[in-house]
Nanobody
């Protein structure tokens, strides 16, 4: 059973930084996609960043140059380094994982993922 457990959320002032972690376990895919998503109150869950099993990454335009997704395969942990945070980054952040599809591209859409963590709250004040 795939398990994803996020941590690292909190409250920070605009311009600050946070690093989210997602401990992963229970999967046996040799080729996979992992991603970070976020959902603000009253809004749809949106993709933030993805990383594939080869280390390829993609980002939403709203976070390019500020957020960095990475993984430590020795620790089975996914990370999201968030710098230059803005109030509009305030949301519940979720990590997600699934087998990498044929064609190899990891999509920034929630429909591409069947396994989710419980979320960690990020609040950015102005």
């Amino acid at each position: 059973q795939v398990q994803l457990v996020e941590s690292g959320g909190g409250s920070v002032q605009a311009g600050g930084s946070l690093r989210l972690s997602c401990a992963t376990s229970g999967y046996a895919w040799s080729s996979y996609c992992m991603g970070w998503f976020r959902q603000a109150p009253g809004k749809e869950r949106e993709g933030v960043a993805t990383i594939d099993s080869d280390g390829g990454t993609s980002y939403a335009d709203s976070v390019k140059g500020r957020f960095t997704i990475s993984q430590d395969n020795t620790k089975n942990t996914l990370y999201l380094q968030m710098n230059s945070l803005k109030p509009e980054d305030t949301a519940m952040y979720y990590c997600a994982a699934d087998r990498r599809p044929r064609g190899g591209f990891c999509f920034l859409t929630r429909l591409a993922y069947n396994h989710w963590g419980q979320g960690t709250q990020v609040t950015v004040s102005s």
